[in-house]
């Protein structure tokens, strides 16, 4: 036949092309092939089911962790509101003792004053209270803070 540039449709008649053939380390190879896909999909099913499928077990310690902690804040909470209650009693004792004394501080005063201007008239010098220490005292000179 002649040789053309146009392809021309084969029939079954005319000889074929022999097809290469084929080893048994042609199929060995997509055997493993196939195989490690296989142990791939496996082992990624597993992996997820562990991470993944045992959620509600997660779920339940991450539950009883806070219920734990919530409790032993409530705990504490209690604690330091009695701690709390015990501190204002005690403040509100001590103001009354300091009320108390200063009430008696100036009685105390005024009876001083009283015997002060009683003996007035005498020339026996006048009991006088001493000032507190100027340590004890703000300072009112400028210089000094």
Do not use: W
């Not at 701690?83 to 100036?106: C, F, H, P």
């Not at 009991?127 to 000179?141: E, F, G, K, N, Y």
């Amino acid at each position: 036949m002649e040789k053309s540039s146009f392809a021309m449709a084969k029939f079954g008649l005319e000889a074929k092309e022999a097809m290469p053939k084929r080893d048994c380390g042609f199929y060995v190879k997509y055997i493993f092939l196939f195989t490690s896909l296989i142990q791939f999909l496996i082992i990624l099913g597993l992996v997820l089911f562990m991470v993944y499928g045992n959620a509600q077990a997660g779920t339940d310690t991450h539950l009883r962790l806070l219920e734990a902690q919530v409790q032993g804040l409530y705990n504490k909470t209690l604690i330091l509101s009695g701690r709390n209650m015990n501190l204002t009693r005690t403040l509100n004792a001590t103001l009354k003792e300091k009320q108390g004394l200063q009430v008696l501080s100036q009685k105390v005063q005024r009876d001083l004053e009283k015997c002060n201007s009683t003996q007035a008239a005498n020339p026996i010098s006048k009991v006088r209270i001493h000032p507190p220490p100027a340590s004890v005292l703000p300072s009112t000179d400028p210089t000094h803070g």
